[in-house]
């Protein structure tokens, strides 16, 4: 189905509507790793379902759709999470989830059968390892002017719930012997209470727990942080964002044209882009000097977690 062996659809409201999908054209268009992401109409047993978003899966049909060598595409296992939450539905508080997670592949299967992408997926288990235990050395981990390009396009986006340790996902680059990370998952429905406008500004030393500091880190690179700045002042500009609405508005105000046939209150208007930009760009002038992230300590209760 348009070239992908797997893929999932589910209502357009969990990925915001077009929100998800613009992101998706500018991610793309500034070569990105991404998911291919579009909207099909859909019908069970003959019965018509109407309007579904379609997500690629990360398989190598992902990886050959954008000129990457086949090598691994990896994460962290979340079935902890999942597991805790689905056991202890009314506990809040906070488990190890993070600390307690593997790191594994996707399509595992055909990864280690594979004498060349097994060893593949074993340099990239060892960079991944050095990610989660927090390496000072992330421009051995990283392509740290690619990180901070999809940082950046995040800020425009104000996109935060990729940076959820249990959402990013990395292609494991065998050439560069690097990580580099796959946009996808951008919004997800979820209004997470954004309140900050450049992600990694912040006028006093930040706290965070391990599973936030993850993406946190990289802000204490001084390297990572000037490619970070350029493309958050090359992306923020009128003319950049300009140049994309001219490009896509088109496409843009036919899809939701149909997408309020079918859904009256879908509200989407390209032009939201701007506003962003905007608040980056009066923001970051005082975004001149770099700030610790640290990490906050946190004593888990271990006894009020069930296991059924």
């Known amino acids: 189905f348009k070239g992908m062996k797997a893929f999932s659809i589910q209502h357009p409201k969990t990925r915001s509507f077009l929100k998800e999908w613009i992101m998706h054209k500018i991610f793309r268009d500034e070569n990105i ?3 291919r992401y579009g909207f099909i109409t859909a019908s069970l047993n003959g019965n018509n379902l109407g309007i579904y978003a379609y ?3 990360f398989s190598k049909e992902l990886i ?3 000129n990457k060598m086949v090598a691994p595409i990896l994460k962290f296992n979340e079935e902890g999470i999942w597991q805790t939450r689905l056991n202890n539905p009314k506990n809040k508080k906070l488990y190890p989830f993070f600390e307690a997670c593997d790191i594994v592949p996707f399509q ?3 990864i280690l059968s594979s004498d060349s992408l097994r060893k593949d997926f074993k340099k ?3 960079l991944m390892t050095k990610y989660k235990e927090f390496d000072e050395n992330l421009e051995d981990i990283f392509d740290l002017n690619y990180t901070a390009k999809i940082y950046a396009l995040y800020d425009i986006g104000k996109i935060r719930h990729s940076y959820h340790w249990h959402n990013q996902r990395f292609y ?3 050439k560069a012997n690097k990580l580099e990370h796959i946009a996808f998952d951008c919004y997800a429905g979820i209004e997470e209470g954004i309140e900050d406008v450049i992600y990694g500004y912040s006028e006093m030393n930040s706290y965070d727990f391990k ?3 993850l993406s946190k880190q990289f802000f204490n690179n001084d390297l990572f942080v000037t490619n970070y700045k350029k493309f958050l002042n090359k992306f923020s500009k009128e003319q950049y964002l300009t140049n994309i609405i001219n490009k896509y508005k088109s496409s843009s105000d036919s899809l939701n044209t149909i997408l309020k046939y079918e859904f009256p209150n879908c509200e989407f208007d390209i032009n939201y882009l701007f506003d962003n930009a905007k608040a980056i760009r009066e923001l970051l002038p005082s975004y001149s000097s770099n700030f610790n992230f640290l990490i906050k300590p946190l004593k888990y209760d271990y006894a009020s977690v ?3």
């Open 211 to 213: 599973m936030t500091y």
């Open 55 to 57: 997500e690629e899966h």
């Open 33 to 35: 790793l991404t998911t």
């Open 108 to 110: 595992k299967k055909s």
């Open 172 to 174: 494991y680059n065998p």
């Open 64 to 66: 050959q759709y954008n």
């Open 124 to 126: 990239g288990f060892v």
């Open 306 to 308: 069930e296991n059924n």
